[in-house]
């Protein structure tokens, strides 16, 4: 790559993901696709991660057909998609067929580029989302899911970027999910990875302790390829630092990104409407913009405390929100150091919730607690110490295997339960990730008669997973 640096944009998704509850609709998107596809992006990241839920859950959209609508309103510019692994979009482990069919599907609709980690860093998670991806043709994102912790060094990371590149990624991503990753470490592992893995870096971090755009900086000033920004009127606070400061930043500099100011001025115009509209629905808290170095102490991502904060007002026990801040960080060491991401964040957080609630430690466990521990989820970082491991799971059986291997293909199945409601094949994925949800969506449409009376064309679009 030059030495210009790219930007990717996480307007049409992470933006909104992060600070208003992924609430964005396609018909919010595209009366600036034209304008963001003249800007020159290295990609747009438009998917994926909790979108395809919100869509069909919150907004009755198909995410399908936003996917396809997208692409032919975004014909210049490499359309991307965050992909969970085994877990896909969903919360637990798919059959590698699904897998499959999924990264196919994703990419015959659109997508160009896939993003895929896992929240444990276990590399078996993502070895068959890796092969698809480049089975099917899409660039092959595949990301280090970044946290600090005794086992999680420079050199740690290293090894696990040059086991990827191994693997057959095309480009390795820092995710920093939770802006832990600081200025100068930054620097110090754009580095160390630069000088040991041949693919491009691509750097992505939030602003929620508010040092993500001097993470940005000094990972430029290391060597990155890329990194994911946001356009201003949804940048910062728990999404992405702003797109517009970092290009006017390096104008004129060796890492200048040739991007320009004035087609982003005139995109974050629009955005600034969306934003506000999502504002005065209530979704977007302007809470979400506060700096919170809290993250730093205990490596809590912004979703995740809005997410203890609910859990607590259900049990009356909003007064015990620093405990379980508290709490969180020793329930993470027991089970072994585990990044704090989807679905790792949410078990980890429940737990510590469970702990302070009951006055006791662990006398309430949940299953998916149970399941992380166990080693359904993958191998934790730091092995599990064995009288903690049996304290949780008593005498099952602890898994040291892929998970996967365990799962026999499920497609076929999946197929005929869907037959009553499918109208395109992208159905049965849709169902395979949320059956009540696209089920009730599905039910939705129906009466809507979709792709009958000419409001979506996904009818005419079969086609055979």
């Not at 309103?73 to 069919?101: C, E, S, W």
């Not at 040059?162 to 580095?191: F, S, W």
């Not at 995109?267 to 170095?293: M, Y």
């Amino acid at each position: 790559m030059a030495n210009k640096l790219y930007i990717t944009d996480t307007i049409l998704r992470d933006a909104h993901q992060s600070q208003a509850a992924t609430r964005m609709r396609v018909e919010d998107m595209l009366p600036a696709c034209e304008i963001l596809d003249n800007i020159g992006y290295w990609s747009l990241e438009c998917w994926g991660g909790a979108t395809f839920d919100s869509c069909m859950r919150f907004l009755n959209e198909d995410p399908w057909e936003r996917l396809r609508k997208l692409k032919a309103a975004l014909p210049k510019t490499r359309l991307q998609m965050l992909f969970r692994g085994q877990n896909i979009l969903g919360y637990k482990h798919y059959a590698d067929d699904v897998v499959d069919a999924f990264c196919r599907k994703s990419i015959e609709n659109g997508i160009d580029v896939v993003r895929v980690f896992d929240a444990l860093n276990d590399v078996r998670n993502l070895e068959q989302a890796m092969k698809s991806i480049k089975k099917y043709g899409a660039i092959c994102e595949a990301a280090i899911s970044y946290t600090t912790s005794p086992v999680h060094s420079i050199d740690y990371f290293v090894k696990l970027a040059k086991t990827l590149e191994q693997m057959g990624a095309d480009v390795i991503c820092i995710k920093d999910m939770a802006n832990l990753l600081l200025p100068m470490d930054a620097y110090r592992l754009v580095k160390k990875l630069k000088e040991n893995v041949s693919c491009p870096i691509h750097l992505h971090t939030h602003n929620t302790s508010g040092t993500g755009d001097m993470t940005n900086l000094m990972a430029a000033q290391a060597g990155v390829d890329i990194v994911d920004t946001a356009l201003s009127p949804l940048a910062n606070g728990t999404a992405q630092p702003s797109t517009e400061a970092l290009v006017a930043t390096l104008k004129g500099t060796d890492r200048d990104t040739g991007l320009d100011l004035n087609l982003m001025s005139q995109a974050a115009v629009h955005f600034r409407g969306v934003a506000n509209k999502l504002k005065a629905e209530g979704s977007l808290d302007p809470k979400v913009l506060n700096v919170d170095t809290n993250t730093l102490l205990y490596q809590v991502p912004g979703g995740m405390l809005s997410n203890l904060l609910s859990q607590l007002k259900q049990a009356n026990a909003e007064d015990k929100f620093y405990e379980v801040l508290a709490e969180i960080p020793r329930v993470r060491k027991d089970c072994g150091y585990p990044p704090l991401v989807t679905p790792t964040s949410q078990i980890v957080g429940t737990q510590a919730v469970f702990n302070v609630i009951m006055g006791e430690r662990y006398k309430t466990v949940t299953k998916e607690f149970k399941g992380l521990v166990r080693g359904e989820y993958g191998k934790s970082p730091m092995p599990i110490k064995p009288d903690f491991q049996k304290k949780i799971i008593g005498d099952a059986e602890a898994i040291t295997y892929r998970p996967a291997d365990d799962l026999a293909p499920e497609l076929e199945k999946l197929r005929e339960e869907v037959k009553p409601w499918a109208i395109q094949d992208e159905d049965v994925l849709s169902y395979a990730l949320f059956p009540q949800v696209a089920t009730k969506f599905f039910e939705w449409r129906k009466n809507q008669q979709y792709g009958v009376d000419g409001t979506a064309d996904a009818a005419n679009k079969i086609h055979t997973v």
